[in-house]
């Protein structure tokens, strides 16, 4: 795949996997991606990999701009990412409950265990689905195959949380500029 638009024109599910930006390498969540695109080759996997080793099977791109990153997201059938608020966001704001391998610190793929945390609230609320194995990956990464896309994700539901969460955040603004200057 170049970095066109990707398409649905030969027919595949489009797998798309990114691990962000950050200078710590991510080569599990590339090598677990990688390794379902070489036994599936009836499936199209692209994977952003940052600073990670590159995919040997599947087509792998260092970084995608937000115009790249919003093509792949709207094309994918399926979304696979860290655990990064921003990058889960992107994946449901584009209709698919990703898959979420969140980096973990004691594997040098991050600072903190920030993602891990942030992973299991998400995955506990429905919002994501985590996972922590290759064998939970898979299964995972396949049920959402088998799956129409969009599976799993209410956008109405997911409206009515950011309208009330903005209106919790006024609140607060509202609250803290009627407080008295000192």
């Given at each position: 795949m170049s970095s066109e638009t990707p398409s649905s024109d030969r027919g595949r599910p489009?797998?798309?996997?990114?691990?962000?930006?950050?200078?710590?390498?991510?080569?599990?969540?590339?090598?677990?991606?990688?390794?379902?695109?070489?036994d599936a080759p009836d499936v199209d996997v692209l994977i952003q990999y940052g600073s990670s080793a590159?995919?040997?099977?599947?087509?792998?791109?260092?970084?995608?701009?937000?115009?790249?990153?919003?093509?792949?997201?709207?094309a994918a059938h399926v979304t696979i990412t860290h655990g990064g608020p921003g990058a889960i966001s992107d994946a449901r704001?584009?209709?698919?409950?990703?898959?979420?391998?969140?980096?973990?610190?004691?594997?040098?793929?991050?600072?903190?265990?920030?993602?891990?945390?942030?992973?299991?609230?998400?995955a506990s609320s429905g919002l994501v689905t985590a996972v922590s194995s290759e064998a939970e990956f898979r299964r995972a990464l396949l049920q959402r195959l088998s799956a129409p896309r969009g599976f799993g994700v209410d956008a109405e539901a997911a409206q009515i949380r950011v309208r009330a969460s903005a209106m919790r955040f006024g609140a607060l603004v509202e609250r803290l500029l009627s407080q008295p200057r000192r």
């Open positions: 489009l797998v798309v996997c990114t691990v962000g930006t950050d200078h710590h390498p991510f080569d599990r969540l590339v090598r677990w991606c990688d390794t379902f695109a070489a590159p995919p040997r099977v599947a087509t792998g791109e260092a970084f995608w701009n937000k115009h790249r990153l919003a093509a792949v997201l709207l704001r584009f209709g698919t409950k990703p898959i979420v391998l969140p980096r973990d610190p004691a594997r040098g793929e991050h600072v903190d265990g920030h993602q891990m945390r942030f992973v299991g609230r998400l």
